[in-house]
């Protein structure tokens, strides 16, 4: 069907996306298609949005292949494979104008049912499955590389890539392998006879990726946790924290065995979340290294531990990888809306250290940092990541670790320093910065003991109702919290090439779309500076960037602005100068949806204001 649009041209910079079935083994074959691409030389960004059924649903898998190499959403398809008759308009209507639809035309669709200004190119893959194979699930299964063959010829994708790919997945399954190949060249060699290939978007080898790796932040926290010196894990399966866990036994099986075969971890799967947070309180506080993962429902139920580790400063490492609430609300869909409830965790007045990565890299770093935070500071850390970075592979710089870091284990006191004489009350502030000195249980047979409990006390650690010992306890923790800030991960800020009067702050999974969003800005001649901060509490940093501008953007992606909410609470900022922009849809944000909005606010008189001479 030829389109009444001129057909989008573009070489290593266009969007593809997948339209499927849940359930329809759909998923194998599009990582193929795109680590195919990114064997070529030229760097991508999948996104997996899928239904949290085990199937029927519609699932998604969209792939932004970009050399200049811009890793978030940008917004707009430009190809599209609808493979899903269940949601064949919604997914027509989001390719760009002179896009493609690619689709499976064994059964003849009426001319209504298309766009004049889309390419549309019909692949009769049913009919291709039912007169090669006559086992119903390989038709499906084989459908699905079939069309990933027929790409590869429209794409110009070298076949050789994905066969390499096919045969890596395969290793020691001749049986699988070789059929699979068969597939690719089927669907292929259809394309190559009956379509003009290749199409206006192609893929041109490049030496784009260099040394970074492809993988998920779930599996790079828990490796992160394994350097840090995690020896317990404790938790409960929910989406989409359960792979980090997963993956955490694997590393341990890989390197946490003794010579003599012993295992030098324990990993428990717990009844539920309370009783996971509850064993990881009394791992941290017979002195051992432990973290749970979750996701915001566990949290919830995780709060009156929460608190027990806050007020008897109990070392506590938290991953939370955030999915979409409130309730149950949206289990396969990425949101950034647990920042109050991880900061605030727990009835009464508390306050906990939230670290903020932004992608794989800082996934892996930052689990390391936060067990060494939670020891120096005694008290809950929380890793703050989410469903876009932690299920989704995404490219990064390489794991870095310095064979040399010793743990921080913060201020214990050994046998030793007791024996010496060296004083011990364990709520008491000795040296200004809030933080006490513990010791681990049984370290001396007479001295250094005391009663752990959640009920107040006095600096000795005895059970007290008194007013001012309450208060100087809340206040030292108060204090604590406040050294915290120059112990965390510090903010990262890209100031232009001229002054701005306009700022944006943002975190997290947000990066990678603000990264070209502010690009774009800048093009456009609207002048901006940002800052990406990377933990809570701020750093005078983070006041100093906000009181040096008119304006300040905080882009995040939640309903009720709750990074600006924090930072309103800790500075005592004018809210007026924070303005919210606000994507929570479930879908990761893009780019353009950023730049719009902040373009927009602005308006033309201050966008001309701020124009780049």
């Known amino acids: 069907m030829t389109a009444g649009h001129a057909a989008l041209q573009s070489i290593n910079d266009f969007v593809v996306k997948f339209a499927n079935v849940n359930g329809s083994g759909s998923a194998s074959a599009n990582e193929l298609f795109a680590k195919s691409i990114l064997r070529m030389g030229v760097p991508v960004s999948p996104r997996n949005i899928f239904p949290s059924n085990i199937q029927g649903l519609p699932t998604w898998y969209e792939v932004r292949v970009c050399e200049a190499g811009w890793l978030g959403r940008r917004g707009g398809v430009d190809l599209m494979v609808a493979m899903n008759p269940q949601t064949w308009d919604a997914d027509l209507a989001e390719i760009e104008p002179g896009g493609y639809l690619v689709y ?34 390989q038709r499906q299964l084989f459908k699905n590389i079939m069309y990933v063959g027929a790409l590869s010829a429209l794409l110009d994708i070298d076949p050789a890539e994905i066969e390499r790919l096919i045969g890596e997945q395969y290793k020691g399954k001749e049986k699988l392998l070789k059929p699979n190949v068969e597939a690719l060249h089927l669907g292929r060699d259809w394309a190559l006879r009956h379509l003009a290939c290749p199409l206006g978007l192609r893929v041109q ?68 979340e309370i009783a996971s947070i509850g064993m990881v309180v009394g791992a941290g506080w017979n002195g051992a290294r432990a973290f749970t993962a979750t996701s915001g429902p566990g949290v919830s139920l995780m709060n009156e531990f929460i608190g027990l580790a806050y007020f008897a400063e109990i070392p506590v490492t938290i991953i939370d990888v955030q999915r979409g609430g409130p309730s149950t609300g949206m289990p396969t869909r990425t949101q950034q809306s647990d920042l109050l409830a991880a900061a605030y965790a727990s009835h009464g007045d508390t306050r906990h250290v939230l670290l903020l990565p932004e992608d794989p890299h800082e996934c892996f770093a930052f689990a390391a940092d ?45 046998a030793e320093d007791l024996e010496a004489g060296k004083e ?158 606000l994507h929570y849809d479930g879908t990761p944000i893009t780019a353009r949806f950023i730049a719009d909005a902040i373009a927009a606010r602005l308006g033309r008189s201050g966008a001309q204001q701020d124009k780049v001479a």
């Not at 009426?110 to 200004?117: C, M």
């Not at 929910?238 to 866990?245: D, G, K, N, Q, V």
């Not at 932690?390 to 010793?406: E, K, T, Y």
Request: charged fraction near 25%.
């Open 205 to 272: 080898r490049a030496d784009k990726v260099g040394d970074r790796i492809f993988v998920e932040g779930n599996a790079a926290a828990a490796l992160g946790c394994v350097y840090g010196g995690a020896t317990v894990c404790a938790w409960y399966p929910i989406t989409p924290s359960s792979s980090l866990a997963e993956a955490f036994q694997k590393y341990c099986q890989k390197y946490r065995i003794a010579e003599d075969g012993a295992k030098k971890y324990a990993i428990l799967q717990a009844e539920d």
């Open 370 to 414: 936060a067990l060494d935070l939670a020891d120096r500071l005694q008290t809950p850390v929380f890793v703050m990541t989410d469903l876009d970075i932690g299920m989704n592979q995404r490219l990064c710089a390489p794991f870095a670790w310095d064979d040399s870091r010793v743990y921080d284990r913060g201020k214990v006191l050994s």
């Open 424 to 581: 011990f009350a364990r709520y008491k502030d000795i040296d200004g910065d809030g933080i006490p000195y513990r010791t681990y249980p049984g370290t001396h047979p007479d001295k250094g003991a005391y009663f752990t409990r959640g009920t107040s006390r006095n600096p000795q650690a005895q059970y007290s109702e008194r007013g001012p010992d309450y208060v100087y306890n809340m206040q030292r923790l108060l204090l604590k919290f406040d050294t915290a800030r120059d112990l965390v991960p510090q903010p990262v800020f890209d100031r232009g090439d001229v002054p701005a009067r306009h700022g944006a702050l943002f975190f997290g999974s947000t990066s990678p779309a603000m990264a070209e969003a502010v690009d774009r800005l800048r093009g456009d001649g609207i002048a901006i500076d940002i800052v990406r901060v990377r933990a809570y509490p701020f750093p005078e940093s983070v006041r100093a960037f906000i009181d040096a501008h008119e304006t300040v953007f905080v882009v995040e992606q939640n309903r009720d602005g709750q990074l600006r909410l924090l930072l309103i609470d800790q500075f005592g900022i004018d809210p007026a100068r924070l303005v919210a922009v």
């Open 104 to 137: 499976d035309n064994s059964k003849p669709l009426p001319r209504s049912k298309f766009r004049e200004d889309v390419q549309v190119i019909g692949i009769p893959l049913t009919e291709i499955c039912n007169a090669t194979y006559s086992d119903p699930r």
